[in-house]
């Protein structure tokens, strides 16, 4: 009896902001610039998917933002399905925004707010570098990279798919240390922070992540989070639970 066929993960680096300028922010993936690279497309396609039709947690028109422009993502493919893309996670580089407050709330823009270009999305200020709060697992100095954007497509979880995503990307960071420091010359020492919602903490634990209960927790479009790091080991082959 012959085994299933293996999922395939591509790699997406950051695009170029000459070609991100191209897409339109009001058209769905299917009717954007062939300049743009198709797996950053798939990936947009995944992602709106899951959170723009299945979740409603953005609307279409806002469900990118300015980390799309300095970040590179993977995206897994269907083995079964003509290879189309049912999963993606995103790494974006530092600095970040500060921790959130204990009990903040964060709402995605609603349709009543008015879509801008792409190229005044993207071109919009990054994150600046900022002594940040202590944290149980993040003294608020150090930089870290940050996960984000995981999801699969709903008739394909359960599978192990987001796990293999996140272990391929920290596999890709792990040997590729340089996207961290990035021009600014971050000395980066392995450290991993996401943003986890309550229900996928468990996914997350899997791959090694530690909940920061010292960062408490707050809501991004109405669902609960919390903060969780973990720190790779850059100079061997166990990561360590704690940052």
């Known amino acids: 009896m012959s085994s299933s066929p293996s999922p395939k993960i591509l790699f997406q680096p950051a695009v170029a902001l000459a070609v991100l300028d191209t897409y339109n922010l009001l058209l769905p993936t299917s009717s954007q610039s062939p300049l743009i690279p198709q797996t950053f497309l798939d990936s947009l396609t995944v992602r709106a998917t899951v959170f723009v039709s299945e979740q409603k947690a953005v609307p279409l028109k806002h469900h990118l933002d300015r980390d799309d422009a300095r970040s590179c993502c993977m995206v897994l493919y269907s083995p079964e399905q003509e290879g189309s893309p049912i999963g993606t996670v995103r790494l974006v580089p530092p600095p970040h925004h500060p921790h959130p407050a204990e009990g903040a709330r964060f709402e995605a823009p609603g349709d009543d707010v008015p879509v801008v270009s792409a190229e005044t999305l993207f071109s919009s200020p990054s994150p600046r570098y900022v002594v940040d709060r202590r944290t149980d697992l993040h003294d608020g100095v150090e930089p870290y990279v940050k996960l984000g954007r995981l999801c699969v497509i709903k008739e394909f979880r359960g599978q192990?798919?987001?796990?293999?995503?996140?272990?391929?990307?920290?596999?890709?960071?792990?040997?590729?240390?340089?996207?961290?420091?990035?021009?600014?010359?971050?000395?980066?020492?392995?450290?991993?922070?996401?943003?986890?919602?309550?229900?996928?903490?468990?996914?997350?634990?899997?791959?090694?992540?530690?909940?920061?209960?010292?960062?408490?927790?707050?809501?991004?479009?109405?669902?609960?989070?919390?903060?969780?790091?973990?720190?790779?080991?850059?100079?061997?082959?166990?990561?360590k639970r704690e940052p």
């Open 160 to 239: 192990g798919y987001a796990i293999l995503l996140v272990r391929k990307m920290l596999q890709w960071i792990k040997e590729n240390p340089g996207f961290a420091c990035g021009e600014d010359g971050w000395e980066w020492k392995g450290l991993v922070g996401i943003h986890a919602k309550v229900n996928a903490v468990g996914t997350w634990k899997k791959c090694g992540f530690v909940v920061d209960e010292g960062m408490g927790s707050w809501f991004e479009g109405g669902m609960k989070h919390v903060g969780m790091f973990l720190r790779l080991d850059m100079n061997g082959d166990e990561d």
